[in-house]
């Protein structure tokens, strides 16, 4: 197998997965209509409800979701084999991430842009509401934290990358005031893109200078930094800093992956791990669990993921021009990080299996595998660093796209310099989700406090806005400072994919509701049977086999009791969604459209 094989085939399923099914969702099962006014429109307030050009909003909203998932999971699931991983990104995306993605918009916009858990509440009744609410609260934490560590390693000693990252915060502010002032968006987004360019390639400049020295900052530091940083994310007008350094951004990882692709079509590298490996029943060096139920909650973002619900059901509502919209912004930009995941698992897969192990498993575990290192001691001594062992999958993608991008003979002296622009563009490819994600906790807090104290609930009232932005960062601030990688990261896989399970429960109640034939009901259920059923038995697996016993590196009696808690409040949603459509299902109006079709 060769890598332009799979890259044209992905691309040509998911256009044509765009236009017919996403048509098809529009048109037949959401019935947008842009004659109604928008919730940004009927609720401008210029701060958090502003109406916003839909090329804008896409670059929000991918920015937002595209976080540490599509990068890093599909490296992680390379451990089984090329085919496991391409398949459920393919299908999962189509079937499940797009619609997931699009019907969270559109239920959230008809409900003026509230939270996920608002609209449970309002579709599915107060208990299912509080559950959803107290899950979202729980969720959105672990993954900030999550994801901020991922930035933390990136940028720990790396004043480069720091200097690179930084800098696209005054420049964004500088792009929102100006396109403001103008309303052009041509001008001020050339001009922006090429600051953030100088910023990236004036970077290795600034090394071993004074300015390089105060910009070398440890983990600590950063991960005081970092809340700091996203608490005015939060609380500063969406126009202002958020929504234009998402959309710059977005330049730059559309572009860099764009890069990729042209890289992989010159040069055409082979996919050296077979399809399936010996690991797809257990006990493999990256990931303890089989191929299933472990692909689909190891690829999140990329395939579906629930954090993607938080955005949707969050800033993004509250942007959006016209209601036809979602098909670009909810449906496309979710096949846009489609394959953003397949070109990570090219990456991943184009290295020699050997080299691939060797750098994301432990020396120790490494030494068992009877695995013999090909390119990477050639490979780590044109980057200037030891691979070995740099778990985690953001130095096996950074390292496979160098393998790309030097294979071409232009840049075959580039690697470090290479390596170090990969690590810093991760970066910033999380750190856009972790000033929306950080928002939209603002969002749910002011709705879940709400409900004891009513002036919160009011998104224009500032104390209101500071507390809950200051509430979030510290949540997620705390984990991030006092945690690590393993501890914070363990509960993400499965509280995602429950946040996603939760959306879908949500969708199909709405389109039960609204749509003109209730077997539309099926494109919300049939991806929903398969993951509710996965998610439930991987945390299953994992509070057995790893959170509650003892023998077990991972073992944590607050991981397990977490992940309880978590499928119990989804087990509840469950329950509560299915009697309600029951209930709606024997309705007399459902029942007379039968009888009419």
């Not at 947008?32 to 609720?43: G, M, N, Q």
């Not at 690590?484 to 949500?506: C, E, H, P, T």
Request: hydrophobic share 55%; with cysteine; net charge positive.
């Amino acid at each position: 197998m060769n890598a332009v094989s799979i890259v044209i085939g992905s691309i040509c399923i998911l256009m044509i997965a765009y236009r017919l099914y996403g048509t098809f969702m529009a048109a037949k099962v959401l019935k947008l209509d842009d004659s109604k006014p928008t919730p940004a429109h009927e609720l401008n307030d210029g701060k958090d409800y502003v109406p916003t050009n839909k090329w804008v909003t896409f670059g929000h909203h991918f920015a937002a979701i595209a976080a540490a998932g599509p990068l890093v999971g599909p490296i992680l699931a390379a451990q089984f084999g090329y085919l496991p991983g391409l398949l459920w990104l393919l299908i999962g995306a189509v079937i499940g991430g797009a619609v997931h993605d699009a019907v969270v918009l559109f239920a959230s916009m008809r409900k003026k842009g509230k939270s996920l858990s608002e609209v449970a509440k309002d579709e599915l009744g107060p208990v299912a509401g509080f559950c959803t609410g107290l899950a979202m609260l729980f969720i959105i934490t672990i993954t900030m934290a999550g994801l901020s560590m991922v930035v933390l390693h990136a940028l720990e000693h790396n004043p480069w990358g720091t200097f690179s990252v930084g800098i696209t915060i005054p420049i964004a502010m500088l792009v929102g005031i100006a396109y403001k002032k103008t309303g052009n968006l041509k001008l001020t987004s050339t001009v922006g893109f090429i600051l953030v360019m100088v910023g990236v390639f004036v970077g290795p400049s600034i090394q071993n200078t004074v300015l390089g020295d105060w910009l070398t900052l440890d983990t600590k530091t950063l991960a005081i930094i970092l809340p700091i940083y996203a608490f005015f994310a939060a609380a500063l007008p969406v126009w202002l800093l958020l929504a234009p350094r998402d959309y710059l951004s977005s330049f730059m990882k559309i572009g860099v992956f764009i890069a990729l692709i042209i890289g992989v079509f010159i040069i055409n590298p082979a996919i050296e791990m077979p399809a399936f490996t010996k690991f797809t029943s257990g006990g493999g060096p990256v990931l303890g669990g089989p191929v299933w139920p472990f692909i689909s909650i190891t690829i999140a973002c990329g395939a579906i993921s629930g954090f993607h619900a938080f955005v949707g059901s969050g800033t993004t509502p509250k942007m959006l021009d016209r209601w036809s919209d979602i098909k670009v912004v909810g449906f496309g930009a979710m096949l846009v990080e489609c394959v953003v995941g397949i070109m990570a698992l090219i990456a991943a897969t184009a290295l020699q299996p050997a080299d691939y192990f060797a750098i994301n498993s432990t020396p120790e575990v490494f030494k068992t595998l009877g695995m013999q290192v090909q390119e990477l001691p050639k490979l780590a001594n044109e980057i200037g660093i030891d691979l070995e062992g740099r778990t985690g999958g953001a130095v096996t993608l950074a390292v496979g796209m160098t393998y790309v991008f030097t294979a071409i003979p232009w840049f075959a002296k580039l690697s470090s310099y290479f390596f170090q622009f990969v690590i810093m563009f991760e970066a910033v490819f999380i750190l856009t989700a972790i000033d929306s994600g950080t928002r939209v906790a603002r969002y749910l807090i002011q709705d879940f406090f709400g409900e004891f104290y009513k002036p919160l609930k009011k998104t224009d009232w500032l104390p209101g806005s500071i507390f809950a932005s200051a509430l979030a960062c510290f949540m997620w601030g705390y984990l991030l400072f006092s945690g690590d990688i393993g501890s914070v990261w363990a509960l993400f896989g499965v509280s995602n994919q429950l946040m996603a399970s939760i959306g879908l429960i949500v969708g199909a109640t709405v389109i039960l509701s609204i749509a003109d034939k209730r077997r539309y009901m099926l494109t919300c259920l049939i991806p929903l049977a398969y993951l509710f059923v996965t998610v439930n038995y991987a945390g299953y697996w994992m509070v057995k086999n790893v959170y509650l016993n003892q023998a077990s590196a991972g073992y944590s009696v607050l991981n397990g009791v977490l992940s309880i808690i978590m499928l119990l409040l989804g087990m509840i949603i469950m329950v509560t969604a299915i009697k309600k459509w029951i209930v709606m299902w024997n309705s007399p109006r459902v029942k007379l459209e039968r009888k009419i079709a």
